[in-house]
Structures are given as structure tokens and as C-alpha cells.
């Protein structure tokens, strides 16, 4: 990044502290690359977030090898809307906004074998803020209005297999693209009483590009335990200009291990937790050659729910799930303190099926109340903090 581009995100960005914020969707994704996304369906965010390691169907994207044993071909997306509130330097704001964090494709190729195709969610760059304030040019006080949009973030696309090495033990891989782009507009407008300062406006646009490829163990010790773990690498992320204000960067991609374990307590009542570590390497900053923009540091999240399956009549029942889940956030400035979010969960679901692991229909919908904090400065102590409701709600469909 050159130093005008940090010249400018340094006015624009981190100068909403002493000014008064305006609807975004999260200002947590104005550093680094962005808010981390989890790719995780409507179940496994009332159940901690993780989404590994969970007994029954599990459509998520953390491990390729969950879907193996599904015998019929089927689809699943889900959506996820947010809502809350931003508090900055005593100045209170708006965020919403929606997402498609989870889409996937499943084509079983034998008893043993299914292929998938997957789309999710890896980081979220999507954001709006307005800033109002006084800067002096030329010894004029002058009031100023500063736009910040941003619009992009980084996902995933990628090929999968699942295959049933044994009645209680399954291996997977999925290989494909991180891909995405950004696209950030900034205006500083004078006062209209202000002639002679006319307003002007920059923007910035970025392409993103990295293979990535994911192995992933599914395994029942015991009837009523299942245990999994997964790993992710992927290459170093190609961020390529798209004008001449924006210039290129090499960005060091993390390792990623998740883990998780459930088990019935009972007949009907089911418990899960699991964590995910994601491992910076490298000097610790975002892009290479650029040690003033951000630092990227190693990170964990961590959760765990529970699911009780007792309610529904016939071949379908409705369970109901309580979860927790906190997590770091991996990207802060240099001279800040880094971020951290917490959330509490429940989830309602639907399924139409005579076996909960190979069902032919399911509707989950889960609400999360949540909070993130951090980015405490000199310039700013108190920081950013945003208090926010999100609700995921996931359909897969499968044939007879």
C-alpha cells in the first residue's frame, strides 16, 4: 500500500473517532482485510459457530468430510441478516446490512462417495460511515463531511469429495478459489457557504485471488460421540489493483485448524463445542512490504451449544438449541488494541425426515445477540463498540 492510499484510509477510516458514525455494517471490517465470516448453516451457529463435530447433518463448510453417508442429492443455502448499534468516542450509529454466508451443492457418486460444491463467506469488507467535523487549511476553520463506502469482501468457491472409509469414519477434501473484490469510495465535502473549497472524491477498487485446499476427518469412537477436526491452507492472497489509486499487494493467508466433539447426554438431548485456531505466520502484518497499515495476529474461536430433539410427531420433529460462542478477531491498527465479539444463541429447526442424518427436508432459523469490542487508541481510549442482533436462517432440500 503507498503512502498516499494510508494517508487517506488514515483520514477517512480512523477519523470517525471523533466524529459522529453513520449506519454501517460492521466497522470492525474497515481493518485489514476484514470481519472474519464463518461459512456455518442456521444449526451450527446456535451450537457455538464452530460448525465441526456435530452428530446428525451438518451442512456447513468447516469439514468436507461431514457429508459423507447423505444418499441423496440436495441443496443448501442459507442467508443471514444483522442488525444493532455503534458506539464511538460517545457518538451512537446504526449497522445492518445482510449476507449469504453458506451455499453448497451435494451429488452422492456411490454409497461411500459425495461430491459437493460450495460457495462461503472468509471475510466481510462491506461497510458506510459519515463523519462530520473542523479541519483548518490555510489558517480557516473549515467544516467538513467525510464519506466512507466500501463495498466487497473475500469468499470462498470450491470442489469436494466425502468419502465413507468406514461405517464410523469418514475423510474429506475440498480444493478451490478464494476470490472476491473491494471497492471503497471516499468524499470529503465542504460547507456550502465555502466556496472556495470544492469537494473531491477518491476511489479505490481491488480483484482477490488465492487457492486454498482443505482436508477434514469425521469420526464416532462410540455410538453416541462424534469428534472431527479439519485444516485449511491456502497460498498467498494476489490483491490486485483496479486503477491507478490502487495498488497492488501480496497479503500472507493464515493457517486454519478447526476441531470440535459431540455427544448425547441422553436419547434426546445433545451437546457440542468446538474451537477454531487460526495461525498469522509470517511478521505479523497484513500485506508484505507494508508494516504501517495493520497488524494480522493469530486467533481463536471457541463454542459450544446444546440440542434438544424431543419435540415433533411422526417423521418430523422440531428441535430447539441454546449456544455460546467468543471469538478474536484477527486484524487491528498498529497503535490499537485488538478486537474480540461475543454472542448467546438459540435456534428452532424442521426437519421432515425417517433418519436425522439423511433427511429430505430441513429449516433451521437461529437468533444471536452479540457484542464486539476493541480498537482502543491514544486518539481514541474508549475504543469501538457495537452491540448487534443476527439471525441465520438455512434450507436444504434433498430428492427421494
Same mark, same amino acid.
Given at each position: 500500500?503507498?503512502?498516499?492510499? @494510508? ?124 463523519? !462530520? ?22 469468499? !470462498? ?143 481463536? @474461536? ?99
Amino acid at each position: 500500500m503507498n503512502k498516499r492510499t @494510508r494517508w487517506t484510509f488514515a483520514l477517512l477510516l480512523l477519523g470517525f473517532a471523533a466524529s459522529s458514525a453513520a449506519e454501517a455494517q460492521s466497522l470492525f471490517a474497515t481493518r485489514g482485510l476484514g470481519m472474519p465470516v464463518a461459512a456455518v448453516d442456521a444449526r451450527g451457529r446456535a451450537l457455538g459457530g464452530v460448525g465441526i463435530g456435530i452428530a446428525g447433518l451438518s451442512t456447513s463448510l468447516i469439514n468436507p468430510a461431514d457429508v459423507a453417508g447423505i444418499s441423496r442429492s440436495g441443496v443448501t443455502a442459507a442467508l443471514q441478516p444483522t442488525s444493532g448499534s455503534i458506539d464511538v468516542d460517545g457518538e451512537q450509529g446504526d449497522l445492518g446490512g445482510a449476507r449469504f454466508p453458506l451455499a453448497r451443492v451435494l451429488f452422492p457418486l456411490s454409497s461411500r462417495l459425495v461430491a459437493t460444491i460450495g460457495y462461503g463467506g472468509v471475510l466481510e469488507q462491506s461497510f458506510g460511515v459519515r463523519s !462530520e467535523g473542523v479541519e483548518v487549511i490555510g489558517g480557516d476553520t473549515v467544516a467538513v463531511t467525510d464519506e466512507v463506502e466500501s463495498n466487497g469482501g473475500l469468499a !470462498e468457491v470450491g470442489l469436494g469429495f466425502a468419502w465413507l472409509a468406514r461405517p464410523n469414519l469418514a475423510l474429506g477434501v475440498s480444493a478451490g478459489l478464494y476470490a472476491g473484490n473491494q471497492r471503497r469510495t471516499a468524499v470529503r465535502m465542504f460547507a456550502d457557504t465555502l466556496s472556495d473549497f470544492d469537494p473531491f472524491r477518491e476511489e479505490f477498487v481491488w480483484d482477490y485471488r488465492a487457492p486454498f485446499l482443505r482436508l477434514g476427518v469425521r469420526w464416532d469412537p462410540a455410538a453416541l460421540v462424534r469428534l472431527g477436526a479439519s485444516v485449511t491452507f491456502a497460498d498467498d492472497l494476489d490483491v490486485e489493483g483496479g486503477n491507478d489509486r490502487s495498488p497492488n499487494a501480496i497479503a500472507p493467508l493464515p493457517l486454519r485448524v478447526a476441531f470440535g466433539a459431540s455427544g448425547f447426554l441422553s436419547p434426546e438431548l445433545l451437546l457440542s463445542v468446538g474451537a477454531e485456531r487460526v495461525l498469522q505466520g509470517g511478521d505479523g502484518n497484513v500485506f508484505e512490504g507494508d508494516a504501517a497499515s495493520a497488524i494480522a495476529r493469530d486467533t481463536w @474461536r471457541v463454542g459450544g451449544g446444546v440440542e434438544f430433539g424431543g419435540l415433533g410427531s411422526g417423521a418430523s420433529t422440531w428441535p430447539l438449541r441454546l449456544g455460546a460462542s467468543w471469538a478474536q478477531f484477527p486484524y487491528h491498527g498498529v497503535d490499537e488494541s485488538p478486537v474480540t465479539e461475543w454472542n448467546a444463541a438459540a435456534g428452532i429447526g424442521f426437519r421432515l425426515a425417517g433418519d436425522p442424518s439423511d433427511p429430505l427436508a430441513v429449516l433451521d432459523a437461529t437468533i444471536e445477540r452479540g457484542g464486539r469490542k476493541g480498537l482502543e487508541s491514544t486518539r481514541n481510549p474508549s475504543g469501538l463498540q457495537e452491540r448487534y442482533w443476527r439471525m441465520t436462517i438455512s434450507l436444504s432440500l434433498f430428492g427421494r
